[in-house]
């Protein structure tokens, strides 16, 4: 008996729908388990955008751990992206905001997201500056 698949709704039916994507893994493109394959990874996507929301990681996060992928240090970072030492430790830190010339930097050798890295800091945070000079408070 063939599934008609809807909108996952419960634990149980997204479960019930990733066993069934797995069986179906290698199906063909434009064959009707290519389709349920499809449709399956869709309804998955949407269930667990809802259910298992995250943040994208700040700008210093993103970097640090693509830092510790490929097992470098800050000297190594300023040598390979060219931004000064001092920058990058102030940067890393957490003394300065990221520029766009460093975003740039970062996101063409590195391959991290633009978006995390020019994520706008009062969306999430209060500029990390005001903050350590306590001229204002963070909310």
């Given at each position: 008996?063939?599934t ?13 729908a ?20 499809e449709?399956?990874a869709l ?9 298992y ?6 700008p210093i996060?993103?970097?640090k ?11 190594e970072?300023?040598r ?13 830190n957490?003394?300065?905001?990221i520029?766009?010339?460093m975003?740039k ?6 391959n ?6 020019l ?12 903050v ?8």
């Amino acid at each position: 008996m063939k599934t008609i698949w809807t909108v996952i709704k419960t634990e149980e039916e997204n479960e019930r729908a990733i066993k069934r994507s797995r069986e179906i893994s290698q199906a063909e493109p434009e064959t009707e388990e290519g389709d349920e394959l499809e449709l399956l990874a869709l309804l998955i996507e949407n269930f667990e955008k809802e259910h298992y929301p995250f943040d994208e990681p700040d700008p210093i996060a993103a970097v640090k751990y693509r830092m510790e992928q490929l097992d470098i240090n800050q000297a190594e970072l300023s040598r390979i992206t060219g931004i000064n030492k001092s920058r990058v430790s102030e940067f890393i830190n957490g003394n300065r905001d990221i520029s766009f010339g460093m975003a740039k930097a970062f996101h063409n050798k590195f391959n991290i997201p633009a978006k995390v890295l020019l994520t706008d800091s009062s969306e999430k945070q209060i500029s990390i500056k005001a903050v350590k000079q306590k001229s204002i408070k963070p909310t």
